[in-house]
């Protein structure tokens, strides 16, 4: 089920909206967006965007929140959203398929930790063992590497479990490690229930994890609008690394979780909007270990794919 939350509403006067929305694309350029995110703090600037877009732009922005990252990604290529945040992973399977999407930024890197129970004490006494992990997700494709660099591959079980369920079977005792998206690895963490066992960034696709994405038709019909929410994105992040309370505060309502587990977890999550080289070599690297993991058959065209130069 989808929930929404309307964030801003559009000014009154005409006067206000910036030179981008100028007489002469006035018309053609969209007064009002829907914008694709998720309940985390990965995402919390995709909850700042409307207040930029309405200081910035005089654009009204509604947050519409998916459950998955998967149907986030539908939703923008079919046009039922306009734009959104979405893990990289994701779209670059679905436009591997033929769908048409387009990464415009970096959103933010890392948030996910590989914890085990206190038996382990280190990734070889994984050997034989139980690991939660989100099927076909960057932390699958990471430990997949992981285990594979090491020689273990085949003599681990993995478990295939949403995130939110993975804490509780850590507490059970059922698992004997889980590769978890914050919050709900600093909630493991600090509940004793699991320790750090390996910080899962030393990939080749290293920390690379959510962009913000749209379809290339959306992009060429509303140039001005993209470039507007492109330095709304980029304003939102500068304030969250700044101050990140509001990503905490996200995590707090959306999640119910402590306030202390929220700001651990933000020590694990990197708000950025650096979308240069290594950016991109970051995500032919992510779409690399999918062609070797099985998780995706085909690649994108990367020219067509990726295109950060609008803002």
Request: glycine share 8%; aromatic share 8%; no cysteine.
């Amino acid at each position: 089920m989808i929930s929404r939350r309307r964030f801003a509403t559009v000014t009154a006067s005409v006067l206000a909206a910036p030179a981008i929305l100028s007489r002469a694309t006035r018309a053609a350029e969209p007064k009002s967006i829907k914008i694709g995110n998720i309940l985390a703090g990965t995402t919390a600037a995709g909850y700042l965007l409307p207040k930029f877009l309405k200081e910035q732009a005089g654009i009204e922005a509604e947050v519409i929140n998916f459950p998955n990252i998967t149907q986030r990604m539908q939703a923008i290529a079919s046009g039922d959203i306009q734009i959104g945040y979405g893990g990289i992973n994701a779209a670059i399977g679905l436009a591997g398929r033929g769908v048409p999407l387009v990464v415009l930024s970096n959103a933010t890197d890392g948030g996910w930790y590989l914890l085990g129970n206190p038996k382990i004490t280190s990734l070889a006494d994984l050997k034989g063992r139980k690991v939660a992990v989100q099927a076909a997700s960057i932390s699958h494709m990471s430990l997949a590497w992981k285990l594979q660099n090491i020689g273990i591959a085949k003599d681990v079980e993995l478990v295939f479990m949403n995130n939110p369920d993975m804490p509780v079977a850590m507490q059970r005792g059922d698992l004997d490690g889980a590769i978890i998206f914050e919050p709900h690895a600093a909630y493991v963490a600090l509940n004793g229930w699991g320790k750090p066992l390996w910080a899962p960034y030393d990939t080749p696709m290293g920390k690379t994890n959510l962009g913000l994405i749209a379809t290339p038709d959306f992009i060429q019909k509303f140039p001005e609008t993209t470039k507007a929410v492109l330095k709304a994105h980029k304003s939102a992040t500068a304030e969250l690394i700044k101050d990140p309370s509001f990503a905490a505060e996200s995590i707090v309502k959306s999640l119910n979780m402590p306030i202390g587990v929220a700001k651990e977890s933000l020590k694990n999550t990197f708000f950025s909007t650096e979308s240069g080289p290594e950016f991109r070599k970051g995500i032919e690297a992510m779409g690399a270990m999918m062609l070797e993991a099985k998780m995706a058959e085909k690649l994108p065209d990367w020219d067509k794919f990726i295109n950060t130069t609008l803002g």
